[in-house]
Each structure stands twice: as structure tokens, then as C-alpha cells.
């Protein structure tokens, strides 16, 4: 298996000491883009499998991709960009834009200071700042 099953996940940079926050969505009023930043929130996003390895993701029906480098997520944007989730080292999977370029671009978190924005950039050498852990959110109530 490539990556994670389909399911509700709290994504978070697997350079942290785990469990630890992970990324997230501001909350901005008036808007139909939200950039994604880490968060020390707990925030849940939805990773649907649709082929293998291939992903969309979603947040309270939000679809992301990538807007110029910067990773957001877009109301009334169906289907959302695809990603490609590949296992990286046991349970740290790095996630990749599903494109024909190569190098393709990877979600890249630089500081886990709160609000740091997650970009879309070239893989560097797969630094720990470009690997992620996907934990199984609570179930909802």
C-alpha cells in the first residue's frame, strides 16, 4: 500500500515529536480561499483513495491544491487537485502533486510556528519538513 486508507486524518509534520499538532485552515470570513498553515488545532481532513495512491483531499468540504506554491483550500472548486500519498518510512509518507513535471512538488512545511503556510515546492532530498504523519482523527459524535 502506497498510502494511508481512506479516511478522516489529523495531518502533521513527522519532524515533531508525535502526536503533535498538525495542519490546518484559518478561518477566514468572506472568502472562498483559505491558505493552510499549521496549527496547533487539532484539525481533521478527509483523504478519499480514489485509484492507488492517487488522493483527494478535503476539509469540511473545502478542496486544496496548490495557488502559486502555496497550498490552500478552495470552496466550490470540485474535484480538487489530486495528490499522490507515498510511503516514505514506516508510518511518514511524503505527499506529492499529481502532475507529468519531475520533479513533482511536495507539500513542505518550513517551522511549526503557528500560521507557518504550507507550500507546494520541489522535493529536497525529502527533508523531514517535506514528510507527514496521518493520524486517525477521533470519530465524530
Same mark, same amino acid.
Given at each position: 500500500?502506497?498510502?494511508?486508507?481512506?479516511?478522516?486524518?489529523?495531518?502533521?509534520?513527522?519532524?515533531?515529536?508525535?502526536?503533535?499538532?498538525?495542519?490546518?485552515?484559518?478561518?477566514?470570513?468572506?472568502?472562498?480561499?483559505?491558505?493552510?498553515?499549521?496549527?496547533?488545532?487539532?484539525?481533521?481532513?478527509?483523504?478519499?483513495?480514489?485509484?492507488?495512491?492517487?488522493?483527494?483531499?478535503?476539509?469540511?468540504?473545502?478542496?486544496?491544491?496548490?495557488?502559486?506554491?502555496?497550498?490552500?483550500?478552495?470552496?466550490?472548486? +470540485? +474535484?480538487?487537485?489530486?495528490?499522490?500519498?507515498?510511503?516514505?518510512?514506516?508510518?511518514?509518507?511524503?505527499?506529492?502533486?499529481?502532475?507529468?513535471?519531475?520533479?513533482?512538488?511536495?507539500?513542505?512545511?518550513?517551522?511549526?510556528?503557528?500560521?507557518?503556510?504550507?507550500?507546494?515546492?520541489?522535493?529536497?532530498?525529502?527533508?523531514?519538513?517535506?514528510?507527514?504523519?496521518?493520524?486517525?482523527?477521533?470519530?465524530?459524535?
Amino acid at each position: 500500500m502506497s498510502g494511508p486508507a481512506s479516511g478522516r486524518y489529523i495531518i502533521s509534520p513527522a519532524f515533531l515529536k508525535q502526536p503533535s499538532p498538525g495542519v490546518g485552515t484559518q478561518p477566514l470570513v468572506g472568502t472562498s480561499v483559505k491558505p493552510v498553515v499549521f496549527d496547533p488545532e487539532l484539525q481533521v481532513w478527509t483523504v478519499d483513495q480514489f485509484e492507488p495512491g492517487k488522493y483527494r483531499i478535503t476539509q469540511d468540504g473545502w478542496f486544496n491544491e496548490d495557488d502559486g506554491g502555496i497550498l490552500v483550500v478552495k470552496a466550490d472548486t +470540485p +474535484p480538487g487537485q489530486v495528490w499522490l500519498i507515498r510511503l516514505f518510512a514506516e508510518n511518514i509518507y511524503v505527499i506529492e502533486q499529481d502532475s507529468p513535471l519531475i520533479p513533482k512538488l511536495v507539500w513542505t512545511l518550513n517551522s511549526p510556528q503557528p500560521e507557518s503556510r504550507v507550500t507546494v515546492r520541489p522535493p529536497e532530498e525529502l527533508f523531514p519538513f517535506q514528510q507527514w504523519v496521518f493520524r486517525l482523527a477521533p470519530p465524530q459524535e
